[in-house]
């Protein structure tokens, strides 16, 4: 549940969250195997990320928190 307030209020504590941006911003090409993961593990997840792409990719590009 947390993961899904990240994405819509666009404000991201979780560990979960921080861990992955980290590695995107060490390796933007991991984006798309992440994106992968989270289509096949977390679908619900996946379609409110692509809904919301330009806040999803603003959080993946702020400073690590």
């Keep these: 549940f947390a993961f899904f ?3 819509v209020t666009g404000t991201c504590s979780d ?4 861990e992955m941006k980290r590695m995107i ?3 933007p ?3 798309s195997q ?3 993961q ?3 593990r977390q679908p619900d ?3 409110l990320i692509n809904e919301n792409k330009e806040e999803f990719l603003r ?7």
Aim: charged share 15%.
């Design 5 to 7: 307030v990240c994405v």
């Design 15 to 18: 560990p979960a969250f921080q």
């Design 25 to 27: 911003q060490r390796d």
């Design 29 to 31: 090409t991991k984006l």
């Design 34 to 36: 992440i994106m992968a």
């Design 38 to 40: 989270i289509g096949q």
């Design 45 to 47: 997840l996946f379609r």
């Design 59 to 65: 959080m993946l590009n702020t400073p690590i928190e």
